[in-house]
């Protein structure tokens, strides 16, 4: 057995190891049911999406949402400069009427 075949047989259970755990992550989510949270949820969206993607990137099919925000930026650009101080400032706010309530 040359220096090689160990390597080889090494790289193939490490590959075996990986795909394995990917199958069993996938059987869970196969069986995770989503449920409605307790808390209320905003959503902070940049107001230029990425094509074909809904207004609501998805999440009305799963909860309700208490607000809607748009915020500068597209998706990515939302939390980053220059847009990521008006995110701050929308999350800030929201935080503060959460205390006050």
Do not use: C
């Not at 809607?68 to 847009?83: A, E, I, S, T």
Request: charged residues 20%.
């Amino acid at each position: 057995m040359s220096a090689g075949d160990g390597a080889s047989a090494e790289v193939e259970a490490t590959l075996r190891a990986i795909l394995e755990s990917q199958e069993a992550q996938m059987k869970m989510l196969d069986r995770w049911v989503p449920h409605m949270p307790r808390a209320p949820i905003h959503l902070l969206r940049g107001i230029n999406p990425p094509e074909g993607v809904p207004w609501d990137y998805g999440w009305s099919a799963h909860t309700v949402l208490s607000s809607l925000q748009q915020l500068p930026g597209d998706h990515f650009g939302v939390v980053r400069p220059p847009h990521v101080e008006a995110t701050t400032r929308a999350i800030a706010a929201l935080l503060a009427a959460a205390a006050r309530s």
